[in-house]
């Protein structure tokens, strides 16, 4: 069940290369996926995802922290990194679920993968109040009542839970990270894989801000971008070091190993999408909505003008 559940998920999330999507050729580019899969077409369908999170957001008291099964200890079994052309995806085992947090059900934990910019530039998928982190990571979880049948899950339109975790450069290195990060020379190239010793998820995770984040109702932010998808946003990010962001940045191509042009994959993320009026809501304890959390350029972008006035 679970390699069947494998297959059908690689299946979608990585279509044949007369169909493959791209993020840096014009032709196959994120604005062009509608061309090639109609349901990633913004105007046929208006739910698309990432969003910019900012303060146009509803608070909502009953929001609280996700129960995240089985993330606090290593699972048995193997798990698997894989490079698959588009991301570094993490498959883990059937033993973690998600449920609580204001979700319609419980979910099945099937993977894990990340999105970047490039050595120069960042990457997240979400932004806040117009920021752009490093990068992020997708944990993807499936409504348990179809596992593994992840196409009767896109069927839903809260058929799959995302929990994104923004990630940020500080000075000291993660060594949670390293235990994946190590990995990545392994799969640089695409299609290669590595086995995995299980280790606690919720190393991965702010495990101590977990109760702050944003909800909002989306869709897969590649293709078939399918308006499946119940997200939870964490607030406050985790923290590895620039020579971790590098090794991912640097490290992985979405060309094969021995083609002529290898190509490092960069800017692997979905540009923002309009909300349409859509609820965004705040967690109990999420902070955005406070003028204190307001990033430091709204300030200095609020000087401008008045430096405009004093030279005319
Ligand atoms: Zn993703």
Aim: aromatic fraction near 10%; include cysteine; proline fraction near 6%.
């Amino acid at each position: 069940m679970k390699i069947l559940g494998t297959v059908i998920l690689f299946t979608v999330f990585t279509s044949n290369s007369a169909l493959d999507f791209c993020y840096d050729e014009e032709y196959c580019n994120p604005y062009a996926w509608g061309d090639m899969f109609p349901s990633c077409h913004p105007i046929i369908d208006e739910h698309h995802s990432p969003i910019n999170l900012d303060q146009h957001m509803t608070r909502n008291h009953t929001l609280e922290a996700l129960n995240l099964v089985g993330f606090d200890t290593a699972q048995s079994g193997e798990w698997t990194l894989k490079n698959n052309g588009h991301s570094v995806v993490l498959e883990v085992g059937e033993g973690m679920k998600v449920d609580g947090g204001g979700l319609p059900a419980e979910y099945t934990t099937l993977q894990l993968h990340f999105h970047w910019g490039s050595n120069f530039t960042n990457g997240s998928e979400h932004t806040i109040n117009g920021r752009r982190y490093p990068m992020e990571m997708h944990i993807v979880n499936m409504k348990s009542t179809y596992y593994p049948n992840l196409t009767a899950a896109l069927d839903d339109p809260t058929g799959i839970a995302v929990l994104g975790v923004f990630i940020d450069v500080a000075n000291v290195s993660n060594d949670s990270f390293d235990h994946l990060f190590s990995l990545v020379p392994a799969v640089a190239f695409k299609g290669r894989t590595v086995p995995v010793t299980p280790f606690p998820l919720n190393n991965l995770l702010p495990v101590n801000n977990l109760s702050q984040y944003y909800r909002y109702h989306g869709s897969l932010t590649t293709p078939p971008c399918s308006k499946a998808v119940v997200w939870t946003v964490y607030e406050v990010p985790v923290y590895i070091s620039e020579e971790q962001l590098g090794e991912v940045t640097s490290g992985v191509f979405h060309s094969e190993e021995g083609d002529d042009r290898v190509a490092p994959l960069h800017n692997n993320f979905r540009h923002i999408h309009d909300t349409f009026g859509r609820q965004v809501y705040a967690s109990k304890d999420a902070t955005l909505l406070s003028a204190a959390a307001l990033p430091v350029c709204n300030l200095l972008l609020c000087l401008i003008p008045l430096l405009g006035m004093g030279m005319s």
